[in-house]
């Protein structure tokens, strides 16, 4: 399937979701997950953790839930039972949404959640919170009493490194979005509609199974010098460069591929900072193994760029951002490739590799893939995007 051969019709009836549906995770693995926490939060000296609605929400109990001004959490001893804190008028939602055993414990809105969360955590000392928890809450419960610590080691110990059917589920929305990817470049054609191009992006998530688009960006010409591109539609033209971003959701894991090419002919200079970007990606790929540092994977991009007499560092024309960032339950979470972050690389870590090249107010070009780490390296989700001209193989 090339660029410009197609419509948006043919393409949305052509789509075949996946003859099989990768599992959702099981009950096993939800109990392995809250052992592993209870161990991690003790080795920070913390007798409980805390854990607000969000992604590590869902993590540990299944519960898909996003923060609201209402407390949702789970209160997990290093010894005894889950205990979760939620508006009684959610009971019989929680009761569908919950995969785990637990106390629970309901509050009417007249009620002080912080105070039926330092009820539960009576007697445990000290209370390691997820980074996430607002400023508010977290002031509010030192008042009622409770310690809190930070609990970052707790959660990201375990939600860094994924399992098989983690891998499984993140594998399938990769392969959703690279096809929906691939259909996107056929619809195109002069004077389509960026608009246009993202509600067709979104249709073809929905048809292959990913509940829709995650996010869509859209970027034609010089909106792709803008990392997250500018306000407004645009029009494609002739000899223009195309740059997409999306990514849908399986179970709750998300995909996050980008493509740049050309529509029609463009200059020798943007294939040449393609070829340096292609270039760059895969120095990334080729750094990574247990054990490395996350910064050397960023710095690996960076010396390909300034061998190239860009940057250096985030100067313009060059990278304006880090190589790459952690994804899961979450599309940006940690560990992530940039300076600083010296977090060793280990088997079933997942990043994005995106160094992306702009040139300012010209034109930009990001290759975007993700990986996982190995025993012995790393191994693509997707295949690299092979030339400017041919974004799919």
């Given at each position: 399937?090339?660029?410009?051969?197609?419509?948006?019709?043919?393409?949305?009836?052509?789509?075949?979701?996946?003859?099989?549906?990768?599992?959702?995770i099981?009950?096993?693995?939800?109990?392995?997950?809250?052992?592993?926490?209870?161990?991690?939060?003790?080795?920070?000296?913390?007798?409980?953790?805390?854990?607000?609605?969000?992604?590590?929400?869902?993590?540990?109990?299944?519960?898909?839930?996003?923060?609201?001004?209402?407390?949702?959490?789970?209160?997990?001893?290093?010894?005894g039972?889950?205990?979760?804190?939620?508006?009684?008028?959610?009971?019989?939602?929680?009761?569908?949404?919950l995969?785990?055993?637990?106390?629970?414990?309901?509050?009417?809105?007249?009620?002080?959640?912080?105070?039926?969360?330092?009820?539960?955590?009576?007697?445990?000392?000290?209370?390691?919170?997820?980074?996430?928890?607002?400023?508010?809450?977290?002031?509010?419960?030192?008042?009622?009493?409770?310690?809190?610590?930070?609990?970052?080691?707790?959660?990201?110990?375990?939600?860094?490194?994924?399992?098989?059917?983690?891998?499984?589920?993140?594998?399938?929305?990769?392969?959703?979005?690279?096809?929906v990817?691939?259909?996107?470049?056929?619809?195109?054609?002069?004077?389509i509609?960026?608009?246009?191009?993202?509600r067709?992006?979104?249709?073809?998530?929905?048809?292959?199974?990913?509940?829709?688009?995650?996010?869509?960006?859209?970027?034609?010409?010089?909106?792709?010098?803008?990392?997250?591109?500018?306000?407004?539609?645009?029009?494609?033209?002739?000899?223009?460069?195309?740059?997409?971003?999306?990514?849908?959701?399986?179970?709750?894991?998300?995909?996050?591929?980008?493509?740049?090419?050309?529509?029609?002919?463009?200059?020798?200079?943007?294939?040449?900072?393609?070829?340096?970007?292609?270039?760059?990606q895969?120095?990334?790929?080729?750094?990574?193994?247990?054990?490395?540092?996350?910064?050397?994977?960023?710095?690996?991009?960076?010396?390909?760029?300034?061998?190239?007499?860009?940057?250096?560092?985030?100067?313009?024309?060059?990278?304006?951002?880090?190589?790459g960032?952690?994804?899961?339950?979450?599309?940006?979470?940690?560990?992530?490739?940039?300076?600083?972050?010296?977090?060793?690389?280990?088997?079933?870590?997942?990043?994005?590799?995106?160094?992306?090249i702009?040139?300012?107010?010209?034109?930009?070009?990001?290759?975007?893939?993700?990986?996982?780490?190995?025993?012995?390296?790393?191994?693509?989700?997707?295949?690299?995007?092979?030339?400017?001209?041919?974004?799919?193989?």
């Amino acid at each position: 399937m090339t660029i410009g051969t197609s419509d948006a019709a043919a393409q949305l009836a052509a789509i075949r979701p996946p003859a099989t549906g990768v599992p959702a995770i099981g009950m096993p693995e939800y109990r392995a997950r809250l052992d592993r926490a209870r161990g991690l939060t003790a080795a920070l000296g913390a007798d409980a953790l805390l854990v607000p609605a969000g992604p590590s929400l869902r993590y540990f109990t299944g519960v898909p839930w996003g923060a609201t001004e209402r407390l949702v959490a789970l209160l997990l001893p290093v010894s005894g039972e889950p205990i979760i804190v939620c508006p009684r008028f959610e009971a019989g939602t929680l009761a569908a949404d919950l995969t785990i055993a637990a106390d629970l414990r309901f509050w009417e809105e007249d009620d002080s959640p912080v105070a039926l969360v330092a009820d539960a955590a009576r007697g445990m000392g000290t209370v390691a919170v997820d980074p996430l928890l607002p400023f508010g809450w977290g002031e509010a419960l030192r008042r009622a009493g409770v310690s809190p610590v930070d609990g970052a080691a707790a959660i990201d110990g375990c939600r860094m490194v994924k399992s098989p059917a983690e891998l499984a589920c993140l594998g399938a929305a990769k392969a959703m979005t690279l096809d929906v990817q691939r259909r996107a470049a056929a619809i195109l054609r002069p004077g389509i509609a960026a608009s246009e191009v993202v509600r067709f992006i979104d249709a073809a998530h929905h048809a292959i199974g990913g509940g829709g688009s995650y996010f869509c960006a859209v970027q034609f010409g010089r909106a792709t010098a803008f990392p997250h591109g500018l306000p407004g539609d645009q029009l494609l033209e002739e000899n223009q460069l195309v740059l997409i971003d999306t990514g849908c959701r399986v179970h709750g894991y998300h995909s996050d591929i980008t493509r740049t090419y050309a529509f029609g002919t463009v200059t020798q200079e943007v294939r040449d900072i393609w070829g340096i970007e292609h270039e760059a990606q895969a120095a990334a790929f080729a750094a990574v193994a247990p054990g490395v540092p996350c910064e050397a994977v960023d710095a690996a991009a960076r010396v390909v760029l300034e061998r190239h007499g860009l940057g250096p560092e985030y100067r313009l024309p060059g990278l304006p951002h880090r190589t790459g960032h952690g994804i899961g339950l979450a599309i940006h979470e940690p560990a992530y490739l940039v300076r600083g972050d010296r977090t060793l690389l280990a088997p079933g870590m997942c990043f994005s590799n995106e160094p992306m090249i702009v040139v300012p107010d010209r034109f930009g070009v990001r290759l975007e893939d993700h990986f996982h780490v190995t025993a012995t390296g790393a191994a693509w989700f997707t295949p690299p995007q092979p030339a400017i001209d041919r974004p799919f193989d």
